[in-house]
């Protein structure tokens, strides 16, 4: 017998009782899933292919998809390879966006 609206929603219940109606599953779910290739295509763009090997050496640590990265590489300029250079120059805040 249906004696709510929260019992008419199917739902797990898990260890120790708490419940989670599978629409509230379903979604976050599918953020965490948007959130990893998000992270997965910000650092196979054309700055972290062609500065691979600088970011390795200049900026360690620094975070893929905020700007962290190219900007940490910005710092450095005059010491990354040529390709890093061209990349920063060619794409994203180096056309003048942001500057």
């Not at 976050?28 to 948007?34: D, Y």
Request: with cysteine; net charge positive.
């Amino acid at each position: 017998m249906i004696t709510s609206r929260w019992d008419a929603i199917p739902h797990v219940v898990f260890k120790g009782g708490h419940a989670v109606n599978y629409v509230n599953a379903i979604t976050v779910g599918a953020l965490i899933i948007v959130a990893s290739v998000a992270s997965a295509a910000a650092q196979t763009g054309p700055v972290a292919t062609a500065c691979k090997t600088d970011i390795s050496k200049f900026c360690v640590g620094k975070s893929h998809g905020r700007g962290e990265v190219r900007h940490c590489l910005q710092s450095h300029y005059a010491k990354v390879s040529a390709a890093c250079k061209h990349a920063l120059d060619t794409t994203g805040g180096g056309r003048g966006m942001g500057r």
